[in-house]
């Protein structure tokens, strides 16, 4: 039952970490985007090279 219980929590360890790193690079992107955008770059370049959709960057012009 142990085992269970410890295979369960580190499983649940590793599901955090893998979303927290998602976070991360989510946030990331948002961060070049509005750079990218302050610097006049289209919206569809910013898209493309950010890894956002063209919608989510409108919403950040």
């Not at 219980?5 to 509005?34: D, Q, Y």
């Not at 610097?39 to 493309?48: F, Q, R, Y």
């Amino acid at each position: 039952m142990r085992k269970g219980l410890r295979e369960g929590r580190e499983e649940g360890i590793e599901v955090g970490m893998e979303m927290g790193r998602e976070t991360g690079a989510r946030k990331k992107a948002v961060e070049m985007a509005r750079a990218a955008l302050a610097k006049g770059l289209d919206i569809g370049v910013v898209a493309e090279i950010s890894g956002l959709s063209e919608g989510e960057v409108r919403t950040l012009a």
